[in-house]
């Protein structure tokens, strides 16, 4: 099932190339049963940001997610979480995920911190294997597009998936307005 087609991208399924994957992705799609359903397909990592990925492979700009790792700070404790929008919207930071992290001030995790702490490549982190604990607040027009590509945890390669799947990931909370229109 795993097979997709969207733009010039053909996936295959991950489960028979788990090594396009970064392995916290390939062993937490396997523990969901999941690595039939989702596909991988590999690019230019050189296209592997957002607007590069579009034009160069023809796809809808709707059907790109981006994935952010944010964090904010409560007595002390570091509250870490994940935030999957449309690639036509930014994450509500200042306002939805301040208050689902219940921290003061919320704000994108230090990239040298969120490679290391996700094991990913930087501008490829995926809600699909992040560290056990961590919310992944997905919102809620990512899971109603039919076909979404995301990151895989390699800058060289992409997930292609149903943005319903995504429900099956631990941790996940589907929030209402959490991706915005970008100000033009």
Do not use: H
């Not at 396997?30 to 034009?55: F, K, N, W, Y």
């Not at 919320?106 to 699909?128: C, H, K, N, Q, Y």
């Amino acid at each position: 099932m795993g097979t997709f087609t969207l733009g010039s991208l053909r996936s295959v399924p991950v489960g028979g190339r788990p090594d396009l994957v970064s392995p916290e992705v390939a062993a937490a799609l396997e523990a969901l049963g999941l690595g039939e359903e989702v596909g991988v397909v590999e690019i230019d990592p050189e296209l592997s940001d957002t607007a590069a990925t579009q034009a160069a492979y023809d796809l809808p700009e709707d059907a790109l997610a981006n994935c952010v790792i944010v964090s904010g700070r409560r007595e002390g404790e570091q509250r870490i979480a994940a935030c999957l929008v449309l690639a036509t919207t930014r994450a509500d930071v200042n306002n939805t995920v301040k208050r689902r992290l219940d921290v003061r001030k919320a704000s994108f995790l230090a990239r040298e911190d969120a490679v290391t702490l996700t094991g990913m490549e930087f501008g490829a982190i995926t809600p699909i294997g992040l560290p056990a604990g961590w919310p992944v607040f997905v919102d809620r027009a990512v899971l109603d597009a039919p076909l979404i590509v995301i990151g895989s945890g390699l800058r060289r390669t992409k997930l292609l998936l149903a943005g319903s799947s995504l429900t099956s990931i631990p941790g996940v909370e589907i929030i209402d307005g959490l991706g915005q229109p970008i100000a033009p």
